[in-house]
């Protein structure tokens, strides 16, 4: 094995690369930088330039191939989570004061907070009931009798 010129330019262009990598982030430069180490390692061999050139090429191809598919996988596996307001509906409150549609009035205690609420099916709904949120109009919860508790 004889290192040549090639064989330390593709090494300084490989180390680099992973610089310019640590300094910005978006895996691109590693993918080269391990395309250059791959087209250093064939010069070391005593490969052509044009193979050479095709390692680095095939390399880079792959490795960006490789990443992509791994990062849209773990990307599609992590569900985002609904929070706040979003997270919501199908949770349960209590009615504190009567839910009445007609009069404009109905408080929910829901999470330990107060809330306004309307009846999701214009029915009056008595204090004490316990309610399902069935979603959120605004800043008002719309719930219905919580018929897991009937």
């Known amino acids: 094995m004889n290192i040549t010129s090639a064989a330390v330019a593709w090494g300084l262009l490989a180390i680099a690369l992973a610089a310019l990598e640590i300094s910005a982030p978006v895996f691109i430069f590693a993918s080269l930088a391990v395309a250059a180490a791959g087209a250093g390692a064939a010069a070391v061999f005593g490969a052509s330039v044009e193979v050479q050139l095709g390692v680095f090429v095939l390399v880079a191809v792959a490795v960006l191939g490789i990443a992509r598919r791994g990062g849209r996988q773990w990307l599609n596996q992590r569900s985002p989570r609904a929070t706040n307001v979003d997270a919501l509906p199908g949770t349960r409150g209590l009615v504190a004061d009567a839910i009445d549609n007609a009069r404009d009035e109905g408080r929910v205690m ?41």
């Open 110 to 150: 829901l999470q330990g907070l107060d809330w306004s609420a309307r009846s999701a099916h214009g029915t009056t709904i008595a204090p004490g009931t316990r309610v399902r949120v069935v979603r959120v109009d605004g800043i008002k919860l719309i719930v219905e009798p919580d018929e897991a508790e009937a």
